[in-house]
């Protein structure tokens, strides 16, 4: 699996392709079938997308947009994924629309000079894909977006930290299915990993990036 280039408003207007000096953007699963009515619709991914699209505007040129790709069919996913493919047969590559898999339009337009990531499970970090592109790019510290924040974006930031990073999380950037579990995760994040993690706001991206990456 490799980095693949791809063909709402923001919080403000910034000149698109910036790069995040040290750092780059991963854009976790802004993904069509996530923001519209399917089984995993998630209504929140509406609420940040403005957020996202400021950052995603600004700092393209460093943005990565992971997208997950289910499996073909239930039978051909690896062990426990089975199960899970089993409770959610309509999600799987025979039966979704490929364009349901597509990052959403207001994102996808900044692709290039932002590229895709294919994954297949919740974390982005197997195979060490992923890792070598960004060293490659002399990135230190990941600004982390999208969803889910206690799934997906919870894969991403502890591989992120075991593998030596510093992480930023923009709150308003993050989304969740349900109430409870977006703000515990939060909670923990907040609690557990202060030594490697900064908490934010996409306005302090935007304009202080340089402070929180260093």
């Known amino acids: 699996m490799t980095l693949q280039e791809r063909i709402g408003p923001g919080i403000r207007p910034h000149r698109s392709g910036t790069f995040m000096k040290h750092g780059a953007h991963l854009c976790v699963d802004m993904q069509t079938m996530f923001a519209t009515d399917t089984e995993w619709a998630a209504p929140w991914m509406s609420r940040v997308l403005p957020a996202i699209a400021a950052l995603s505007e600004k700092y393209a ?13 239930p039978e051909a996913a690896a062990g426990g994924w089975q199960r899970y493919y089993q409770r959610w047969p309509n999600m799987t590559l025979e039966r979704l629309h490929p364009e349901l898999l597509d990052i959403v339009p207001e994102l996808r337009r900044h692709m290039p000079p932002a590229v895709q990531f294919d994954k297949h499970t919740y974390s982005p970090w197997h195979g060490g894909h992923l890792h070598r592109a960004l060293q490659a790019r002399g990135a230190r510290t990941l600004l982390i977006s999208g969803g889910e924040t206690d799934i997906c974006v919870l894969a991403t930031m502890l591989g992120a930290i075991d593998l030596g990073y510093r ?17 515990a995760i939060l909670t923990v994040y907040r609690n557990r990993f202060g ?9 302090d991206v935007l304009h202080h990036w340089e402070d929180l990456a260093a």
Do not use: K, N, Y
């Open 61 to 73: 040129a460093s943005t990565i947009f992971t997208r997950f790709v289910p499996a073909l069919r």
């Open 167 to 183: 992480v930023v999380l923009a709150e308003d950037a993050l989304f969740g299915s349900a109430d409870e579990t977006h703000d």
């Open 195 to 203: 030594q490697q993690l900064t908490m934010c706001r996409a306005e």
